[in-house]
């Protein structure tokens, strides 16, 4: 049973078309949920952490915010550069450690 | 660039033989992850290893795969008798706690011909 789903699978916006990702989570003892941007042959490449709920973070036409059951990722206006796999990880005690677990990730294409 | 360094990035080995993928953290970080990508299944959790110590190696198969994280030098994910389904991108990742986010190398494509 996955502990992290994402929504959509796949996102397709024209430039300025404002949206949101969506990471619903079922963990308990929350202790941080991390939000990646990757693109193609690339690794991961860290965003945001957001750590309690009603929490938000942004940065340029990205806002992160976290609910006790969800997070979401506002894009506003993207533009084309803003296409990217984004993936969402919680990290909660398990067995003494504290290892993210990864959702699937949203393909977000963005057309000029 | 003080990132994360995984090497080699693309690596090819016939089934049966041994894969050996490298990986350098972040400078100041003594925890490194593993975790193996897969386009149907996303980033999958292998191993977690701070320096000369595997702390939850949970992830990963219980043959074939080993993980060390040596005193000095970079942490060694070694795969013996590859098979096909080994095929993946393998990912390395490093952070300064257990708590605090990861940092990604680029990764390492393996393919088993």
Redesign the interface.
């Known amino acids: 049973e996955d502990q992290v789903t994402q929504s959509p699978e796949a996102l397709r916006l024209q430039e300025g078309e404002s949206s949101s990702l969506n990471c619903s989570y079922t963990v308990s003892g929350l202790?941080?949920l991390?939000w990646?941007r990757q693109d193609p042959?690339?690794?991961?490449?860290?965003l945001f952490?957001l750590y309690s709920a009603g929490e938000e973070k942004e940065k340029e036409r990205l806002k992160a915010t976290l609910t006790k059951k969800e997070s979401f990722l506002h894009i506003t206006a993207p533009k084309p550069e803003d296409s990217a796999t984004y993936?969402c990880?919680v990290?909660a005690e398990s067995?003494g450690?504290?290892?993210?677990?990864?959702?699937?990730?949203t393909s977000l294409i963005v057309h000029p | 660039n003080a990132g994360v360094m995984q090497n080699p990035r693309h690596l090819v080995r016939r089934r049966g033989q041994e894969a050996r993928l490298r990986c350098s953290p972040m400078k100041g970080h003594s925890h490194v992850y593993w975790y193996r990508q897969l386009p149907e299944e996303g980033l999958k959790f292998m191993v977690y290893l701070q320096k000369e110590n595997i702390i939850d190696e949970s992830g990963m198969p219980k043959e074939r795969f080993s993980a060390e994280f040596p005193k000095e030098g970079p942490s060694i994910l070694r795969i013996q008798q590859v098979v096909r389904g080994d095929s993946a991108a393998y990912f390395c990742a490093s952070s300064s706690s257990d708590l605090s986010p990861l940092h990604f190398g680029n990764g390492t494509r393996l393919t088993v011909t």
């Open positions: 202790r941080g991390f990646y042959g690339k690794g991961p490449e860290f952490t993936l990880a990290q067995g450690s504290y290892i993210p677990t990864f959702g699937r990730g």
